[in-house]
Structure formats: structure tokens, C-alpha cells
């Protein structure tokens, strides 16, 4: 069975209990998150205007979307693949950033880290059940001489759900 875009963001919410977010996810759609974080990462917009623009729809036919970052970057859980990914709307690259939430939220955690946002990662925490900022805090003082993505890949392989 081939999978079909979502036409609403409603049709996306009600995923979100299957991928057993949590409720922060409800709050980034429903624009009542923290504008901290919805400047940050908020609900994709982009995705909803793909039959309006060169994006092909295949390419995100699969994805959940959950996240979108500069109106460049869909974060998204790919239905088929059980993965969640990053997928860049302008060169169609999807990158794989975790095979499970914790390595996701590890990831646009890491990224914050990269923004020197550590602070902004500590702060939700709790919102989005990480369970590893005693480890993120500690990657992010290391200065270990690694290619940052090597690096960002290094840690967020250590993680699990």
C-alpha cells in the first residue's frame, strides 16, 4: 500500500498519538509553544504548499511531517522506513537523523548546540522527554578535533529509545 501526502494539518496531528510524541508537538501545531522554540523549529509550512511549488510530491508521500526549520528543512518520521529524517526542500537530499525519538530530539538538540543554543536545549528538555541532556551537555564540551557531523553522528548513535 502506497502512502498519500497529508492535506491537512489536523490529518498530521492525529498521527502524533501513534508515534507517541509528546504533547509539546500538539503545542508547535497549534502555535501555543513557546515562541522561543516555534521561531526556532515550528510547524511545517512549506509541506502544505508542495502541489503549489517544483517540490515532488513522491518525495514526501511517506514523511509525517513534524517539524520545519528556515522554510529549507522538513523534519519529518518516514512511515515506510521507520526512520526519522531531515529532508532539504531545496536538493530533495533526505538525510537520516535517527531511527527513533530520542535520536531525533538528540539531533535538533545537537544542532541547537552547534547554534551555541545549549541553553534553548536544557530549557526544553522536559517538553520533549529527552532523556539525555547530562550526555549532551557533556558532547558539547568536548572538544575531540572530529568533523562536526561525524561528531553530531557519534552522539546521537549512542542514544536509545
Avoid at 119 to 136: G, H, I, K
Wanted: one cysteine or more; hydrophobic letters at 40%.
Amino acid at each position: 500500500m502506497g502512502f498519500v501526502m497529508f492535506n491537512s494539518r489536523e490529518e498530521v496531528m492525529r498521527c502524533f498519538g501513534d508515534l507517541s510524541l509528546p504533547k509539546i508537538f500538539c503545542d508547535i501545531w497549534n502555535g501555543t509553544a513557546p515562541r522561543g522554540w516555534l521561531v526556532l523549529y515550528p510547524a511545517p509550512y512549506r509541506y502544505f504548499l508542495v502541489g503549489q511549488t517544483w517540490i515532488p510530491a513522491h518525495d514526501l508521500d511517506p514523511l509525517i511531517p513534524l517539524l520545519e526549520e528556515n522554510l529549507e528543512y522538513l523534519y519529518g518520521y518516514d512511515r515506510k522506513a521507520g526512520e526519522y529524517v531531515r529532508y532539504d526542500y531545496r536538493t530533495g537530499e533526505r538525510k537520516v537523523i535517527g531511527v527513533h525519538y530520542q535520536q531525533f530530539i538528540g539531533w535538533l538538540f545537537t544542532d541547537l548546540c552547534y547554534s551555541a543554543l545549549l541553553d534553548v536545549a536544557e530549557e526544553y528538555t522536559d517538553a520533549f522527554n529527552f532523556r539525555y541532556m547530562d550526555e549532551l551537555r557533556q558532547w558539547a564540551s568536548e572538544d575531540d578535533d572530529q568533523d562536526a557531523t561525524q561528531a553530531q553522528h557519534a552522539f546521537v548513535d549512542r542514544l536509545h529509545d
